[in-house]
């Protein structure tokens, strides 16, 4: 069973930066596609990105390509998600998620096996 630990969440402006990480424990981390996931009060979770098992291939969601980066460190076992240019519709429990299925990235929260207890961020204007 993988454990997944979400940091680096807090308040900030919109239009600033915040980096937010995913520590993984158990399992092979450095084989499992990873994904972070945000969910807003009253809305549904929806998918933010994901990094295949190398780092070589990344996906993101329309609402945030060209303002997040993903990345990871398979050494440390962490996921990083570099968020820039922040609105406050990025508002959200962000959440990580491990994928230990073979195949290419998938942006389905049905496809993803364990996540994270979340961190918050929230965007002030």
């Known amino acids: 069973q993988v454990q997944l630990v979400e940091s680096g969440g807090g308040l900030v402006q919109a239009g600033g930066s915040l980096r937010i990480s995913c520590a993984a424990s158990g399992g092979t981390f450095s084989r499992y596609v990873v994904g972070w996931f945000r969910q807003a009060p009253g809305k549904e979770r929806e998918f933010v990105s994901a990094?295949?098992?190398?780092?070589?291939?990344?996906y993101y969601a329309d609402a945030v390509k060209g303002r997040f980066a993903i990345s990871r460190d398979n050494a440390k076992n962490t996921v990083t998600l570099q968020m820039n240019s922040l609105k406050p519709e990025d508002t959200a429990v962000y959440y990580c998620?491990?994928?230990?299925?073979?195949?290419?990235?998938?942006?389905?929260?049905?496809?993803?096996?364990?996540w994270g207890q979340g961190t918050q961020v929230t965007v002030s204007s």
């Open positions: 990094i295949s098992w190398s780092g070589a291939n990344t």
């Open positions: 998620a491990v994928d230990r299925k073979l195949g290419m990235i998938r942006t389905d929260s049905d496809a993803y096996d364990y």
